[in-house]
């Protein structure tokens, strides 16, 4: 192996312009793939094609209607939203939005279908038509009927009359991206116009088409703002510790070639970009540059010790050769155990930044040291500060170490009891801070008018047309009050609703039969006439099966996490199983999918995450072939993740599915720096040294190394950090916390470790 190496050294440094010049042509291959690459915003691609859950969706939307909604709330400046200039402007708003690409439905609090008796006549009509011409008298009527519709209060009107509702229903194309671009295009064009027109109001837009508008948004921003930001970091950061100029233009060239190697292998295969994988590029060029600033570090350190320029490069090469590989291997396998995430967007994630990471050891063991031979590279003439330091702090470890062992043990079990604080949950609404329209929009909508999420209900009556039976209706709408009754709940919406009042109006509108139908037949009668009578794009497919066979219950949520969401269902199901076990049915909708995936992912990344700190924890073991420096070597990598998890608990208290992956990515990272110390630890060791010896050695040769990979990872990740996308600022601050903590772990706690266990002669 060791002749190998040497021969290897020889071929890179002899032929270094003949690998320069082969590099580029295979990156430049590399590259043209990216125009391969497509993004979409859908966020069913954040789900298996057979997730349970949402294959039950589908089957929902198959059997009553698309859930693909766009809701536009309008509120006066003070007052009711009963006058004639709101009302005025909720009729122009409906009637515009007949007009968006790919609509199908236009519910509002103006053309609600409100059905009343007149002699032996079902009169049903918009609950609004020519708002500024209805006298006070209409206007008091139009109000009290929308208050006490059960389908339209707390829907698409406020409890108190403060704001009403446009909620806009669409039939997304095979390409929904491009659709979601158009819709919310022109519903915004449509709401400048409203506010021209309309100044005393306020228009706020929100629903789930939207909200991939949103997330498309964050997304484009978060790449094009982090991208340049994290290079600028990167380069100023090598650049303040290496002391190098031209050592860190190697770097950053070196970077580039692996970025555009990366990401032209993501086109070549086809891959499908979403805002949960987006990153690929940022967190390449974070993760990839430690390998090429180990070797640029140990070159200037051997310049500086008076080697020329080739024999620093193949010292470099000889003494970190082994180690980066090593790192390779555990940072690619802790980021391929994001394939046993629930979502394949987390699989494109581990695959392409474990490709990166493979990319970023052929480069720097090839491309690195041939330009590094070729620069006029010279190291600073003085004796650096860093490495000073770092004899200087080597030294207090050493006579510190039963005081730092023990700060350190009780530093770890502070930090550990924040984890039981840590709540497993996820809410879409809250993904985008207050920095976004969409996220101050929907925050007004939910306090203001309605909730954004929903639990939606197939409820089967067992034949066709069995809905009308009163045995059904009466169990459903028990089912319906049973959830009224929840404190979590906003509104429910149920076919009951319907029968009793098209019973209250076939007897002449007398509210003392606002109750359900007692005849079957009776039933199916009024429902055939009320259909027969209801205008275009009001009719009631959204609401019950072609056969008449079931129906659909919506309960409208307020802000929920997913863990409440899916408490809730539980309890629902609990009620069914007591009290109607023929209904007996899951949840489904679009909150409640994404609710079950957090779930999901958590479980089975606790799964991979086991399984690839198991592998790592394998290798270490192999690689040091000593059982108690392995097992050792196991308490600096794991130490991070449940100080940083802790800290966590006590900072943030949740953990949603982005933050659920950063375990396993984490741990493949920090065990990078715990490989280096300990292959340097157990190199000085064979040569003689005792372990106080040994560990002074190991932080003078690779002290500023280490802190230097740290503070590039760090600050790299941490830019995320100030991102509006909960998916990109939980990610990094979490990944950030655990880097910072695994280089204190390294630092303070195994040396302490390793000269109290590592008693045998060298």
């Known amino acids: 192996m060791i002749d190998f190496l040497e021969r290897y050294i020889s071929l890179i440094l002899t032929r270094r312009w003949l690998v320069i010049l082969l590099a580029g042509p295979v990156m430049l291959a590399m590259t043209a793939g990216v125009q391969y690459i497509t993004i979409t915003n859908d966020y069913r691609s954040l789900f298996e094609d057979d997730n349970p859950q949402l294959l039950a969706f589908d089957a929902l939307e198959n059997t009553y209607a698309a859930s693909n909604v766009a809701l536009i709330a309008v509120a006066p400046e003070t007052g009711s939203v009963f006058t004639r200039e709101a009302l005025n402007a909720i009729e122009e708003l409906s009637e515009a939005a007949w007009g968006a690409p790919h609509s199908i439905r236009v519910d509002s609090l103006t053309n609600y279908s409100h059905s009343e008796a007149f002699e032996d006549d079902l009169i049903v009509r918009p609950l609004v038509v020519g708002a500024l011409e209805l006298s006070d008298d209409q206007l008091a009527q139009v109000e009290a009927v929308a208050l006490a519709a059960p389908d339209l209060a707390g829907r698409l009107v406020a409890y108190d009359g403060q704001v009403g509702g446009v909620a806009i229903t669409f039939a997304l194309p095979d390409d929904p991206d491009a659709a ?34 949103a997330f498309a948004d964050a997304t484009r921003n978060d790449l094009m703002t982090f991208a340049p930001i994290v290079l600028l970091v990167i380069v100023v950061v090598t650049v303040a510790l290496l002391r190098s100029a031209l050592g860190t233009l190697a770097i950053i060239g070196v970077l580039g070639f692996i970025i555009n190697t990366t990401m032209g292998f993501a086109g070549w295969v086809g891959t499908v970009l979403n805002p949960a994988n987006s990153g690929v590029a940022i967190i390449v060029m974070t993760v990839a540059i430690a390998h090429s600033v180990h070797i640029v570090t140990a070159t200037l350190s051997g310049l500086r010790q008076g080697l020329s320029r080739e024999e620093a490069i193949a010292a470099s090469l000889r003494s970190n050769a082994y180690p980066v590989f090593l790192t390779t291997v555990t940072t690619a396998i802790g980021f391929l155990s994001l394939n046993s995430s629930d979502s394949p967007a987390f699989h494109t994630l581990g ?43 080597g030294a207090f470890v050493v006579a510190r170490r039963r005081y730092l062992l023990v700060v350190m043990c009780l530093v770890v079990a502070v930090l550990a009891a924040g984890i039981p604080r840590i709540e497993l949950t996820d809410n879409w609404t809250q993904y985008l801070d207050d920095r976004y329209e969409f996220r101050r929009d929907t925050d007004f909508v939910i306090e203001n008018l309605t909730g954004m999420e929903t639990l939606e209900y197939s409820l089967r009556s067992g034949q066709e047309g069995g809905i009308t039976d009163p045995e ?41 039969y606002y109750r359900l139908p007692d ?67 899951e949840a489904s909708g679009v909150s409640i999918v994404f609710a079950h995936l957090s779930q999901r992912n958590i479980d089975s990344m606790l799964v991979g995450t086991l399984i690839a700190m198991g592998l790592i924890s394998l290798i270490l073991l192999l690689v040091f072939r000593n059982v108690r420096l392995g097992l050792l070597s196991l308490i600096p990598n794991l130490i991070p993740l449940v100080m940083s998890f802790g800290l966590w608990g006590y900072l943030v208290g949740r953990v949603g599915l982005a933050a659920s992956v950063v375990a396993a990515m984490a741990f493949g990272i920090i065990v990078d720096d715990t490989i280096h110390f300990l292959s340097k630890y157990l190199k000085a060791r064979r040569e003689g040294k005792s372990p106080p010896e040994a560990v002074r050695s190991t932080f003078r040769v690779v002290g500023q190394a280490l802190w230097t990979t740290t503070a590039v990872l760090s600050a790299g990740f941490l830019v995320f950090a100030s991102s509006g996308f909960e998916v ?11 880097i910072v903590l695994a280089l204190l772990a390294d630092f303070l706690l195994l040396p302490p470790l390793l000269m109290v266990i590592d008693r045998r002669k060298p």
Request: glycine share 4%.
């Open 472 to 512: 059904y209706l009466s169990t459903v709408d028990a089912f319906a009050e049973w959830f009224r009754g929840q404190p979590e709940v906003t509104h429910v919406q149920a076919f009951p609703d319907t029968m009793k009042r098209l019973n209250k109006n076939m007897h002449g509108d007398d509210p003392e």
């Open 519 to 585: 005849d079957p037949e009776l039933a199916a009668q009024y429902l055939l006439l009320y259909e027969l009578s209801l205008p275009f794009g009001s009719d009631l497919n959204n609401r019950i099966d072609v056969s008449k066979s079931a129906t659909r219950l919506t309960v409208v949520l307020r802000s929920l996490s997913a863990r409440q969401q899916r408490e809730l269902d539980a309890r629902a199901q609990t009620w069914l199983g007591s009290n109607a076990p023929a209904l007996l049915t």
């Open 351 to 393: 695959n392409l930044v474990a490709f990166g990471v493979v990319c970023a050891f052929v480069y720097s063991m090839t491309l690195l040291p041939a330009v590094l031979c070729v620069l006029p590279l010279r190291a600073p003439s003085t004796k650096s500060r860093h490495a000073e330091f770092f004899e200087r702090f």
């Open 728 to 738: 990109s600022w939980s990610l990094g601050l979490l990944v950030t916390l655990t």
């Open 180 to 213: 979601v671009v158009e819709i919310t295009d022109y519903l915004n064009g449509v709401l400048a116009e409203a506010r021209s027109s309309h100044p005393a109001l306020t228009y706020y837009l929100s629903g789930d088409v939207v909200m991939n508008r």
